[in-house]
């Protein structure tokens, strides 16, 4: 296959493009290589793509239409996967223009060089955070998710209205993916296991929200790209049984699909620090706080579609996920697990 991975030097993208590649798969990556965090560790994730013949990367923002049209037109995409977004949720309260540019403009963008360019199957990030208030665990693509709890939410469940239309419309075979809290090398800055490994490592005090009193289903980036890996293989398809007289929100009479990527396996907060904790050696220092405005206090993952259609359960246990994100995060940077001092 030709693949397209937007967000290509992000967690996800440099990931999944890792394993495409690794597949014999050719792969154009696209990448703004914006500083919402640190600039160097996607360049560095992204030196790793590039040592591929197969690679080719493209520097440019989704809201380029222009440039993205070119792009598409010089190349025969067979998939697109687009893991190009303003990503986080508490930032999305700080710059909420960020998130209507990138995830908005930009998925527009995706669409219309994919209706155009006759793309056999988009795939596109979405998130669990879609599920907002709703408190039926576990969460189900089947599940009403109409009430959103922070803008970047609204964001990726509008994506997801979107992506059924240009399904509905132009029979464009579409697949969205509701990631519950991914975590493993090469991760985000941004996110808690990277912010706590670090904190602890510095003799930092970390943040426990909501007084430690959460739940969140993590997921190793693994079982990520394998899902992702087994459904470019298995474009959208029309769900002959669905209508409009008790509509299904995870399928469609068009070719359009959603489905929740999720460990099944809600791991308390708490649990997850001590897990951090075992394999540092290192006792963290908490600092409570209650629960910030967006997020959710748990979050749980109905993945049964996902087994049915693709053969596939993620299922990495927690605790070793945080060994091998640790393992890592000790040789980017250089540090002494015992004394978190950075090596000369």
């Known amino acids: ?3 397209l991975v937007t967000g290509s030097a992000g967690f996800i993208g440099f990931h999944v493009s890792k394993r495409l590649l690794s597949e014999g798969h050719e792969v154009v990556g696209l990448d703004n290589l914006n500083d919402y965090y640190s600039v160097q560790l996607k360049e560095d994730r992204l030196k790793q793509l590039t040592e591929h013949d197969n690679f080719s990367f493209y520097k440019n923002d989704l809201e380029n239409l222009p440039a993205m049209n070119q792009m598409f037109s010089e190349h025969n995409f067979d998939v697109v996967i687009n893991l190009a977004a303003q990503a986080g949720v508490r930032y999305s309260l700080e710059n909420p223009h ?26 596109y990030a979405s998130s669990s955070s879609v599920y907002g208030a709703n408190e039926s665990l576990p969460f189900s693509i089947h599940d009403n998710v109409d009430h959103p709890m922070s803008l970047y939410a609204a964001t990726k469940k509008s994506n997801e209205l979107m992506a059924h239309t240009y399904s509905q419309l132009f029979n464009l075979p579409t697949t969205g993916l509701r990631f519950f809290t991914v975590y493993g090398p090469w991760g985000r800055p ?20 909501n007084n430690g009193d959460m739940l969140r289903d993590f997921t190793y980036v693994d079982d990520i790209v394998e899902s992702i890996y087994r459904l470019t ?14 509509p299904d929100p995870g399928t469609s009479y068009a070719p359009y699909r959603v489905y929740n990527i999720g460990n099944n396996s809600p791991v308390k907060l708490l649990d997850f620090i001590e897990a951090i904790e075992k394999k540092l050696g290192i006792e963290a220092k908490k600092n409570f706080l209650p629960l910030q405005a967006g997020d959710v206090p748990q979050t749980f993952a109905n993945v049964e579609d996902l087994i049915n259609d693709i053969q596939f359960k993620p299922e990495t246990k927690i605790q070793d996920g945080i060994d091998q994100f640790i393992e890592w995060y000790t040789a980017y940077y250089k540090k002494n697990i015992e004394t978190g001092v950075t090596n000369s």
């Open 233 to 246: 293989k298995q474009p959208a398809k029309v769900n002959p049984e669905w209508t409009g007289k008790n």
């Open 190 to 209: 941004d996110m808690a296991l990277f912010l706590f490994t670090k904190a602890i490592l510095e003799g930092e005090k970390i943040d426990v929200f």
């Open 1 to 3: 296959m030709k693949v």
């Open 98 to 123: 960020a998130y209507i540019s990138s995830n908005i403009v930009g998925f527009t963008n995706i669409l219309e060089c994919s209706r155009h360019h006759k793309i056999k199957h988009l795939i």
